[in-house]
């Protein structure tokens, strides 16, 4: 199977929308204990919640382009196994000394909180390999019919992460799928104007109480029973939600910058802010920050905030710190096995 190419043009586009989305991930977090009491917070935390993951899985799709299969694929496999198990660590000690979160499973098959990310990036790449004889069209079918009907198992969605990664899959099948250069071809100033149109009406619609939903259904990682809603039709309401989420999510790109800038190369770095500001928020909850909040103008501090440690923890010195966690080598697991099959070659060959 051979790679699919990245344009240069088009890695620029996707960087630059990588990281807007960092930032929306960084202030919906940051703002989530405040929207059961600031109308205005809840508000854009819904509106946030309509679009970034699922652009963040679409992007993620996007970059597996060049590195889903061979020598490549198996190194961010492993990459992935090897930063899930760190963080999951990390954050689990913190959690029991510390953090104490709420309906905390303390086990390595049940992710911690952001950590299905990894989890999830995890299976979509062996989904998508598994797939592969099917046409792109057929792939996207299977995926939405697995993400609707994986509501309806008996179980509690967090294990394995399999609820999200089913939900979210068939994002990462339209990102490994889509063309920059059909976007920039059908993206006029028009059709701009009016994405950006619609996501504004969309904050609006959400603001007056068009959206009156749990957050749950967003997130992806609940089953309809732990949702409430068992009925047999309930599927019906996740195919709306599709629906409802890339359009939300294709008004949202009207935003990204098409050229390259200083927030480009920042958008190469955005797993760090991923996997650190975690420690951050959890921090923060600890802390009397929210008891002080008492409007949505003072909230905004708090955003503001949110976006000043996005950009603090996408600089080159923070990587340069942290690299040896966030992005571990795995060359000597590649080595061992190469070692390991060798002998095993050669051990077969003197038999004979």
Partial sequence: MTNHSISSRGETFFLNLRFLLI???????????????????????????????????????????????????????????MQY???????????????HVHNTHYSYFAPYLLLWFLASHFCWRLLLIMLQKLTPLQ????????????????VDGVWLSISRTLVFFPFFIIGYHFSYARL??????????FALSASALLFLWIALGGLNISPGWLYGNMTYGQLGQIAWYTGIFRMLLYILQALAAASFLAFVPWRKSSITDMGRRTLYVFLLHGFIVRLAALSPIYSWIHSDVASLVLVAAA?????????????????????????????LEHRATHSFGTSAASKH
Avoid at 85 to 99: C, N, V
Avoid at 140 to 151: P, R, W
């Fill in 307 to 335: 976006v000043a440690l996005t950009l603090l923890l996408c600089q080159p010195f923070v990587r340069k710190l942290a690299a040896p966690l966030i992005e571990p080598s795995v060359q000597w697991i590649v080595d």
């Fill in 139 to 154: 792939q996207v079918i299977t995926a939405v019919l697995l993400g609707v009907l994986v509501g309806y198992l008996p």
């Fill in 85 to 99: 198990m760190i963080f999951q660590t990390l954050y689990l000690a913190l959690d029991a000394l510390l953090f």
């Fill in 184 to 193: 920039k071809l059908l993206f006029t100033h028009k059709v701009k104007i």
């Fill in 23 to 81: 930032v929306c991930v960084f202030i919906g977090n940051a703002i989530e204990p405040l929207i059961t009491r600031l109308h205005g917070m809840e508000a854009l935390y819904m509106w946030i919640f309509t679009f970034h993951m699922p652009l963040f899985v679409f992007v993620t799709g996007y970059f597996a382009k060049s590195n889903l299969f061979g020598g490549a694929g198996r190194k961010v496999l492993l990459q992935i196994a």
